[in-house]
């Protein structure tokens, strides 16, 4: 959050701001070889957002409870929930922009916002045709509890224009296993080693992923043609994670951000946080396809991050 002078910190805002818009324009995206995502009718454009601000003219409210210049967290909501009804774009991004916009147009002794909104994932129900077909319905959809993307941006009033300080775009709390094809071995061996080497684990990971790009626009206005959906990251590191035999999940992560620079040059960074979770083998299998039990893994979880930029497609490793 922006920092007043003297280098104090000052923020209030609204959080789990429910917003079940219809019909937002539809968007469409360019296919890629590893999904086959190619854009959503918006038909359902849900969200959760959370919405603050700052300014210096707020200083009096927290140092002498003077309410003259608060602009209650209430109207905050329902200034969010009615401007979502008249945004006419197709992105999460570009909802985030037209309200951060609109709110520092309206109030002009605010200096700062920052928003971020997970989307609310609905997928339509699939039914029959009629002829022996099925087609997903265009009236009818199921609320989904699968990983979704989000977005994070920070505007700050400079001068008499308003400017996008920080934005970044996210898909979080992937879970995905892969029952055979990953190893760990050859790490350091001491007096604290305690592991023994692995040359084909069943492998779970957690893993988040959030990425920036080289131009907000991309990101704001999804008829650039340049938008990069959560939905096609996520294939990516489905598909980087079943073709790839890993040594790591280090290695594996970066193989991810290699696959998704090189897919989307509009994106100048790319993020990971991944967990191992990887679970305890209690009846190890005869061969890599055959029974074998496991139980959740014991605390406490490795992890790993990563920041990824276009300089490393730059560098020649054995990347694909
Ligand atoms: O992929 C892994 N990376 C590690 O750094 C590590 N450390 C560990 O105990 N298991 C694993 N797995």
Redesign the pocket.
């Known amino acids: 959050m922006l920092k007043l002078r003297g280098g104090r910190t000052l923020y209030y805002g609204k959080g789990d701001v429910l917003s079940y818009r219809t019909f937002a324009s539809p968007l469409a995206v360019s296919a890629i070889p590893e999904s086959t995502y190619t854009g959503c009718s918006n038909v359902i454009f849900a969200h959760n957002i959370k919405f603050s601000v700052s300014g210096e003219s707020l200083l009096p409210s927290f140092t002498e409870g003077d309410n003259a210049l608060v602009v209650a967290t209430d109207s905050m909501k329902n200034f969010i929930l009615r401007q979502t009804a008249e945004y006419e774009g197709n992105t999460t991004e570009g909802l985030l922009a037209f309200i951060s916009e609109k709110f520092l147009e309206r109030y002009p002794h605010l200096d700062a916002v920052e928003i971020s909104a997970d989307r609310i994932p609905f997928d339509a129900v699939v039914v029959s045709g009629g002829e022996g077909g099925f087609a997903p319905s265009e009236v009818v959809y199921r609320r989904s509890r699968n990983e979704h993307g989000s977005a994070t941006m920070k505007w700050q009033r400079i001068g008499d224009s308003t400017e996008l300080v920080f934005h970044e775009s996210a898909l979080s709390h992937i879970q995905l296993i892969k029952v055979h094809g990953s190893s760990?071995f050859g790490?350091v061996r001491d007096e604290y080693t305690t592991?023994p080497e692995s040359f084909d684990r069943p492998l779970f990971i957690f893993l988040s992923i959030s990425w920036t790009y080289e131009d907000a626009s991309n990101a704001i206005n999804g008829d650039r043609g340049r938008y990069v959906p959560a939905e096609q990251v996520h294939d990516i590191a489905h598909t980087v994670f079943h073709e790839a035999n890993t040594p790591?999940?280090?290695h594996l992560i970066y193989k991810m951000g290699h696959r998704i620079l090189k897919l989307f040059p509009q994106l100048a960074e790319v993020r990971f946080e991944s967990n191992?979770r990887t679970w305890e083998t209690v009846v190890e299998p005869a061969a890599p396809d055959s029974a074998g039990v496991y139980t959740e893994p014991r605390p406490p979880y490795?992890f790993?991050g990563f920041t990824m930029t276009r300089d490393d497609l730059q560098e020649q490793r054995s990347e694909t």
């Open positions: 760990f790490f592991l790591s999940i280090q191992n490795g790993q």
